[in-house]
């Protein structure tokens, strides 16, 4: 599968290359690929917009999530035990 939709390849994929001017700049399962989000940027890649929201309320806002998760039935999880401990 060939795709520029970072928000399906999680949802698809076990495991994923990604390519930049004809080469393999990263690889691996989806949640090896997309814990890197400055290595993305500079292929003109994000994270999935769940995993984006999650990071920033991670780094930027410290709320104490153990994993960024990349589906939003992984995030709701996430929430839901972030919830149990508040």
Do not use: C, Y
Not at 18 to 46: D, M, N, W
Not at 68 to 85: D, S
């Amino acid at each position: 599968m060939a795709t520029h939709s970072v928000d399906l390849v999680p949802l698809f994929l076990h495991r994923l290359h990604i390519l930049s001017k004809g080469r393999i700049v990263r690889g691996g399962t989806p949640e090896e690929v997309f814990t890197a989000p400055a290595e993305l940027e500079q292929v003109k890649l994000r994270l999935p917009q769940i995993a984006e929201l999650i990071h920033r309320l991670k780094h930027e806002d410290r709320l104490p999530f153990g994993r960024v998760p990349l589906t939003i039935g992984e995030a709701r999880r996430e929430i839901v035990e972030l919830m149990k401990n508040i």
